[in-house]
């Protein structure tokens, strides 16, 4: 079974530009996490999404959005990029929004410039 | 608020040797407690994990314990070995809600 699936691996980005970064789940994961992980804030949950819709939120700006497609794979786009949001994008995927499991890609890497 | 905090934040043991990490909650409806290892490049990878009706937890080298009592969650390594060096993240999933909430990470160094 493959795991989770970020593209792409890396990106680099001009201060006020826009990303938008993927992840595939595991096959027959409904659950998509995503999170930011970055040496002084370490992992910081952005947002997760479940049968298309977005069940919890964390405490980033309106600047981070996402969404989920029906066959589960989810995108996550930032708009206006700051030097700040240079970090590690990770997604996670569970077979259920209640589940505990979680699984994690292996991220993308986003510097901004 | 959802907090976790780990420590500590770096640890070097000679091979052969145990570690302890431990980590503290906030939330005492927290009910799952997962721990993670990030190698360099990686993502986190699920190691052990322990639900809030169990005390402790071992898989083979690895062994978690749980006091709800204290909020207090610990990951114990036993004989290590030179491929256990990486980054050990704890975490704590809040019943609010089904986030996962990480602790600040503990790296891990394993000396010859």
């Known amino acids: 079974k493959a795991g989770v699936t970020q593209t792409p691996r890396y990106l680099i980005k001009t201060r006020g530009q826009q990303v938008t970064l993927s992840c595939s789940p595991i096959s027959g994961h409904r659950s998509v996490s995503w999170y930011q992980q970055t040496p002084g804030q370490g992992l910081q949950f952005l947002f997760e999404?479940?049968?298309?819709?977005?069940?919890n939120k964390g405490n980033f700006p309106g600047r981070f959005s996402g969404r989920q497609f029906s066959n589960s794979r989810s995108e996550m786009n930032v708009s206006t990029l700051e030097l700040g949001d240079s970090a590690l994008y990770l997604c996670a995927s569970k077979p259920i929004s209640e589940g505990t499991e979680a699984f994690f890609g292996q991220g993308t890497r986003l510097t901004v410039v | 608020g959802e907090n976790v905090e780990q420590h500590p934040s770096t640890l070097s043991v000679q091979e052969g040797d145990s570690a302890v990490i431990k980590c503290t909650y906030s939330d005492s409806a927290s009910n799952y407690f997962p721990w993670y290892k990030q190698e360099l490049g990686k993502g986190p990878q699920l190691i052990i994990d322990i639900r809030s009706n169990v005390g402790e937890k071992k898989d083979q080298r690895i062994a978690v314990t749980l006091n709800k009592t204290a909020k207090h969650f610990s990951l114990h390594i036993t004989e290590t070995q030179p491929e256990d060096s990486a980054v050990y993240f704890c975490?704590?999933?809040?019943?609010?809600?089904?986030?996962?909430?990480f602790g600040s990470g503990t790296r891990l160094s394993i000396r010859p």
């Open positions: 999404y479940f049968s298309e819709t977005q069940r």
């Open positions: 975490a704590a999933r809040y019943s609010s809600a089904s986030k996962i909430i």
